[in-house]
T-cell receptor, first 114, second 110 residues
Framework: KAGVTQTPRYLIKTRGQQVTLSCSPISGHRSVSWYQQTPGQGLQFLFEYFSETQRNKGNFPGRFSGRQFSNSRSEMNVSTLELGDSALYLC?????????????FGPGTRLTVL | LAKTTQPISMDSYEGQEVNITCSHNNIATNDYITWYQQFPSQGPRFIIQGYKTKVTNEVASLFIPADRKSSTLSLPRVSLSDTAVYYCPVNSGNTGKLIFGQGTTLQVKP
């Protein structure tokens, strides 16, 4: 089975722009979670989607949003980029996190904001 | 919400067994314990998951005491390629939220 894929792998944007990142889960997985990783704050949970609905959300401003499509693929969007948004953005998929299923991570998208 | 605490770093030599302990004092009844390995600029890779007692797979063992307030990841006979950061996030049973601590940087020396 193919693993979690994320596109693009690298991205450079300037302050004020917006960006959309994509995540394709493992086939059959219905839950997709997004995380931000920075050297200062570590790995932090952004949000989780299941069956096209946001089921849980972390403590990030409204500039961070996401959605999930009927094929379980997910996108996250960051609007009005700030320098502090530079990070590795990771998505993870699982069958269903509500029953403790394992989350499998993708390779991440490295976002640099200039 | 449960928070995890691990040693910041550990050193070992090739061929040795390494045990990394994680503390998760206020773990909830339905929380699982999962360990991941991460190399620089890559996503965390799943190693092992458990709820209680002992779990073993082809790469590691996980020991969880009865009170579940800690867990120990055991890596038998480490090699240089095991140099990485190891995390023990708590998986809140009814959400998709993994709560990560700062991780343990394992350095394996020849």
């Amino acid at each position: 089975k193919a693993g979690v894929t994320q596109t693009p792998r690298y991205l450079i944007k300037t302050r004020g722009q917006q960006v959309t990142l994509s995540c394709s889960p493992i086939s059959g997985h219905r839950s997709v979670s997004w995380y931000q990783q920075t050297p200062g704050q570590g790995l932090q949970f952004l949000f989780e989607y299941f069956s096209e609905t946001q089921r849980n959300k972390g403590n990030f401003p409204g500039r961070f949003s996401g959605r999930q499509f009927s094929n379980s693929r997910s996108e996250m969007n960051v609007s009005t980029l700030e320098l502090g948004d530079s990070a590795l953005y990771l998505c993870a998929s699982s069958l269903d996190t509500s029953v403790g299923d394992t989350q499998y991570f993708g390779p991440g998208t490295r976002l640099t904001v200039l | 919400l449960a928070k995890t605490t691990q040693p910041i770093s550990m050193d070992s030599y090739e061929g040795q067994e390494v045990n990394i302990t994680c503390s998760h004092n206020n773990i909830a009844t339905n929380d699982y314990i999962t360990w991941y390995q991460q190399f620089p600029s890559q996503g965390p890779r799943f190693i092992i998951q458990g709820y209680k007692t002992k779990v073993t797979n082809e790469v590691a063992s996980l020991f969880i005491p009865a009170d579940r307030k800690s867990s120990t990841l055991s890596l038998p006979r480490v090699s240089l390629s095991d140099t990485a950061v190891y995390y023990c996030p708590v998986n809140s049973g009814n959400t998709g939220k993994l709560i990560f601590g700062q991780g343990t940087t394992l350095q394996v020396k020849p």
